[in-house]
């Protein structure tokens, strides 16, 4: 079976990063897995001998056949044709915190991925851990990370992902673990999602902030992100003064609730 370019298939067959990452979604008997893209099925195998049912969802018709043979004595195995992005839970009677995300995904869908698992959907995974691209690893977890991307800067992603869920990075793994190898190198990220609001303590106690509040602000100034936060929102918001010589990509999560709870 070759990978096709188009569909961004880069199969993985080395079994210890395999195992690792199912060792970090800490996959036991009692759980279901929602597998994106099994491809050749290898990361199936593993998953299928530690879960007590897996879901994979494969895009390429002309996998489904291979993988349907492969795993017609694994019972626990349910192969799903169509477009993960498309057929996100209640796929398989999975509700929220009912099932891992446990995949090798293509990257040109990682932002999508994240977006309806993180944010969208009201069947939040109890966690992901994802194959993805190094370098946007390194952006989510921006200033959290080692190493840090670009000087620790924010982005609209790490904000994103970090206002849903907490990021952590397993593993960097190279581009020649893969067939055929992708241009760059990939990384473990391993994310477990918020099920409650973010809070921030203020004079009056405990506040509550729904996560889109802080995007929505965030889109706004990241529309103007070389300007300072005084020109690109500062008459939308009561900016504290502290913030108001700062760019976008200074502040983190936590800089963002402070300027939220201040309007």
């Avoid at 079976?1 to 009692?30: D, P, V, W, Y």
């Avoid at 790490?158 to 190198?185: C, H, M, N, Q, T």
């Avoid at 889109?212 to 504290?240: C, D, T, Y």
Wanted: a positive charge.
């Amino acid at each position: 079976m070759r990978a096709k370019k188009k569909l961004g298939q880069h199969f993985l067959s080395n079994k210890n990063i395999l195992e690792l990452m199912c060792s970090a979604a800490e996959i036991t008997g009692e759980n279901t897995v929602l597998e994106a893209g099994p491809g050749l099925g290898t990361l199936t195998e593993i998953l299928a001998e530690r879960a007590k049912k897996v879901i994979a969802v494969e895009k390429d018709r002309d996998l489904i056949p291979f993988l349907k043979e492969k795993f017609r004595n694994k019972k626990n195995v349910e192969i799903v044709e169509g477009d993960i992005l498309a057929v996100s839970p209640p796929l398989g009677g999975l509700t929220a915190k009912s099932y891992k995300i446990v995949a090798n995904i293509p990257y040109y869908i990682t932002s999508h991925f994240l977006r309806l698992f993180l944010s969208e959907t009201k069947f939040k995974p109890k966690l992901m851990v994802l194959m993805i691209q190094k370098d946007v690893a390194e952006r989510i977890m921006a200033r959290d990370g080692k190493p840090a991307c670009r000087q620790g800067r924010e982005s609209l992603l790490s904000l994103s992902v970090k206002a849903y869920g907490r990021p952590e990075i397993v593993k960097i793994v190279p581009r020649g673990a893969f067939s055929p190898p992708p241009k760059v190198d990939s990384a473990i990220i391993k994310i477990t999602p918020f099920y409650s609001p973010l809070k921030v303590r203020g004079a009056r106690g405990v506040m509550k902030i729904d996560p889109e509040k802080i995007l929505s602000l965030a889109r706004l100034a990241f529309q103007k992100k070389r300007k300072m936060l005084r020109q690109s929102i500062g008459k939308k918001v009561n900016l504290p003064p502290q913030y108001e010589t700062s760019r976008p990509e200074e502040l983190s999560l936590e800089d963002w609730l402070k300027i939220l709870k201040s309007c």
